[in-house]
């Protein structure tokens, strides 16, 4: 399974930014899915998660009514609505899958990563 993430780029506080990530090769093997960020000298962090069914969704408290997960089964591909961006949105943003169903939020719990996309947030 191969993740490709993109849609990162250059925004200014306040703005959006939309990010895509989609499942290639044995992507029937993957269910749930979620987007993490790293800051500069910052540990991996959890943003948002979503299941199978993309019913359920999970949100880091920093980012609570500002991002908005979803995904298209059909596509293979699941998306980060970044709204009402701040400088400390600036990280590099990886998505990830799992081999179940089931909503999960904790680094360990996925499978697959993708290689990351650069979001920069300017003041």
């Known amino acids: 399974v191969q993740l490709q993430a993109s849609g990162g780029g250059l925004a200014q506080a306040g703005g959006s930014v939309r990010l895509s990530c989609a499942a290639s090769?044995?992507?029937?093997?993957?269910?749930?899915m979620g987007w993490f960020r790293q800051a500069p000298g910052k540990e991996r962090e959890s943003v948002a998660a979503i299941d199978w069914t993309g019913d359920n969704t999970y949100y880091a408290d920093i980012v609570k009514g500002r991002f908005t997960i979803s995904r298209d089964n059909a596509k293979n591909t699941v998306y980060l609505q970044m709204n009402s961006l701040k400088p400390e949105d600036t990280a590099v943003y990886y998505c990830a899958a799992r081999r179940d169903y089931g909503l999960a939020y904790r680094i360990y719990e996925y499978d697959y990563w993708g290689q990351g996309t650069l979001v920069t947030v300017s003041s």
């Open positions: 090769g044995r992507s029937s093997r993957i269910y749930a």
